[in-house]
């Protein structure tokens, strides 16, 4: 069982870091995936286990908010431990991370609350879209009260948007897609793509970019507003899903 060094503090702002343990039995592969976790804003790894019996003893001493697991253990599968957690009333949030891609293995890890599924090998992009759902879902979930049906269905959606980076474009993120669309819901009215830009904290190039994008999905209503000169400005609001 290895711990592993935090990263520095602040390094994202005011927002508090999630603490992972990364559980996998070759400890190459566990090392990497430590290292991926680490370049991810927000995210820290609290160590790392080999084992199913490593795993709980972390967690009986350093509870963490997630855990990346492998299913395949020396002493017992992934979904095994979980089910031995979930019995023990711990209900860490667990995204799987194994070559194991039956669809009964992905069946069982969904009825057990995995929060995602990531199938090896895989890309760094790739578990860092998936991180970076987590993360701003766990955020959401974190400030409590009450939700409106269009802000469940966000909750609902974010880390299944994650889950499937290839429904977009080329070049296209689904993170980055996911916080323009979350800018125009919470917006009190038409934005312009400056305001959309500034408030997403990203280019106003990009802003345009996924506004297009939203916009020949039907996800967006498009209004022009004409200043005394100049060309007009193009501002933009989020479109409910319809109703029936």
Do not use: C
């Not at 039956?102 to 969904?110: H, I, W």
């Not at 009825?111 to 970076?132: I, N, S």
């Not at 994650?162 to 125009?184: C, E, F, M, Y």
């Not at 919470?186 to 793509?193: I, M, N, Q, V, Y």
Request: proline share 5%.
């Amino acid at each position: 069982m290895n711990e592993t060094p935090d990263r520095p503090s602040g390094a994202h702002g005011a927002l508090r870091d999630f603490d992972v343990l990364v559980v996998d039995d070759d400890t190459r592969v566990a090392r990497i995936n430590a290292a991926y976790v680490a370049k991810v804003p927000g995210f820290r790894v609290s160590a790392r286990a080999h084992s199913a019996a490593e795993a709980l003893a972390v967690l009986d001493t350093h509870p963490v908010d997630l855990i990346l697991l492998d299913h395949y253990l020396p002493d017992e599968n992934g979904l095994d431990l979980v089910r031995r957690l979930r019995e023990r009333g711990q209900h860490t949030d667990v995204i799987m991370v194994t070559a194991a891609r039956d669809l009964a293995t992905v069946q069982a890890a969904m009825r057990l609350g995995a929060v995602q599924y990531l199938v090896k090998p895989f890309t760094f992009a790739g578990l860092r879209a998936r991180l970076e759902a987590y993360g701003a879902l766990r955020r959401t979930l974190d400030t409590g009260g009450e939700a409106e049906q269009s802000e469940v269905d966000r909750i609902f959606g974010a880390l299944a948007a994650a889950g499937t980076p290839n429904d977009l474009p080329k070049g296209h993120s689904p993170t980055t897609a996911d916080l323009v669309r979350q800018v125009l819901r919470e917006a009190e009215g038409p934005l312009s793509t400056q305001q959309i830009a500034d408030r997403a904290g990203i280019s106003r190039q990009t802003a345009q970019r996924y506004l297009k994008l939203l916009d020949r999905t039907g996800r967006v209503t498009l209004a022009l507003r004409y200043g005394e000169t100049g060309r007009p400005e193009h501002r933009y609001a989020w479109r409910p899903p319809a109703t029936g």
